[in-house]
């Protein structure tokens, strides 16, 4: 029997494989943050190519935690209704609906990718002040930020717990916390980034605190039944910065507030980085953490071929692997694993004579 498509049961959530959509901007939002046909086609693709968890991209809880005026957001009951087309056709095709809830932090207001402009977008084209733990930007053309007060770092908590509770209502059946890749937990967590002396810095359990309560409130808006997952960085890649060790310790604590599995991640708080890019490069951080934490975990980077992933699976180096680019290139790669790997593949009837 195949690893890789074993199911994962997650609270009272069963995945029907190991496999799931990394989440991944699409800066295709309409007005406001509203998803679109475009998020419908892209994500609905993925549920019928036999992706078992499939997730959206960096979702923002607040307004000026998206990354560009072109993400989405669910601060609000219009994204909630907006969503639940989408929610509704992943889970009529087998897929367990999935949001990852986000703030950009000092990341926020720049130009989508293919945009010929660079860095931040100033308020005459859409874009606004971002905030951050302290006031310096990430790099020199990225708008400058406002270091959250406590006041402001007490806002961002209940805006994660009021998102996900809005994400239960558009018919999403799991939830995953940003915080990887520079963006505002990430910003907390990271010495590098992290430069407050206050009880939301300083040691590594203030640098925690804020990525703790966001994963307690959000555990206390969803219940009990819904997995929530949390997405983290596992290292900085950078002498002085975040490690996996640190990773290890944050994962305990994330367990004892109510996550389910930790996405491990790499990179992001800072441009000087040198991540050793390889196939699964990542694989390692996710192993590490499950192993010394006691929590599942899932794996992402570089994960291209079936009997890749379900080796990652079957030697326990990981409890979920999660495909980016790969399933951007070939949406039907899960099917197609599939029957590589022996196992009887689900095609929706539409699609039965591809089997």
């Keep these: 029997m195949s690893s890789l498509f074993t199911p994962l049961a997650l609270r009272a959530v069963t995945l029907p494989n190991r496999i799931a959509l990394a989440p991944m901007c699409q800066y295709s939002a309409g007005p406001d943050g509203l998803p679109t046909d475009w998020h419908l086609v892209h994500l609905g693709a993925r549920a019928v190519g036999g992706a078992a968890l499939v997730m959206t991209e960096a979702t923002a809880v607040v307004p000026e935690g998206r990354i560009s005026p072109q993400d989405t957001g669910l601060w609000s009951g219009r994204h909630v209704d907006a969503w639940r087309p989408v929610t509704r056709f992943l889970a009529a095709h087998g897929a367990v609906p999935a949001v990852q809830l986000a703030h950009a932090g000092f990341k926020a207001s720049t130009y989508r990718p293919w945009d010929p402009r660079r ?106 039944d819904v997995p929530v997952l949390t997405r983290i960085s596992a290292t900085d890649w950078v002498d002085g910065g975040w490690t996996v060790d640190d990773s290890v310790a944050l994962a305990v604590e994330l367990s004892a507030a109510g996550v389910d599995l930790v996405d491990c991640s790499s990179g992001g708080a800072s441009p000087t980085a040198r991540i050793p890019l390889a196939r699964g490069y990542q694989v390692p951080l996710a192993a590490q953490v499950r192993r010394e934490a006691r929590i599942p975990t899932g794996a992402v980077g570089l994960i291209v071929e079936p009997e890749q992933a379900e080796a990652i699976v079957a030697d326990g180096e990981a409890d979920l692997v999660l495909l980016g680019r790969e399933l951007l290139r070939n949406p039907y790669w899960p099917q197609q694993a599939a029957a590589k790997l022996g196992v009887d593949a689900n095609w929706p009837d539409q699609y039965l004579r591809a089997g």
């Design 119 to 224: 860095g931040g977008v100033p308020d005459g084209a859409g874009g606004w002040t971002p905030v951050g733990p302290g006031g310096e930007p990430f790099l020199p053309d990225y708008r400058v930020p406002t270091a959250l007060d406590p006041a402001g770092i007490t806002g961002v908590v209940e805006a994660f717990g009021a998102a996900a509770e809005r994400a239960v209502a558009a018919g999403f059946a799991a939830v995953e916390i940003h915080s990887a890749h520079g963006y505002l937990l990430h910003e907390f967590l990271s010495p590098l980034t992290n430069h407050r002396v206050d009880g939301w810095g300083g040691d590594r359990a203030g640098r925690m605190r804020l990525t703790l309560e966001v994963a307690r409130a959000v555990r206390a808006a969803v219940g009990e």
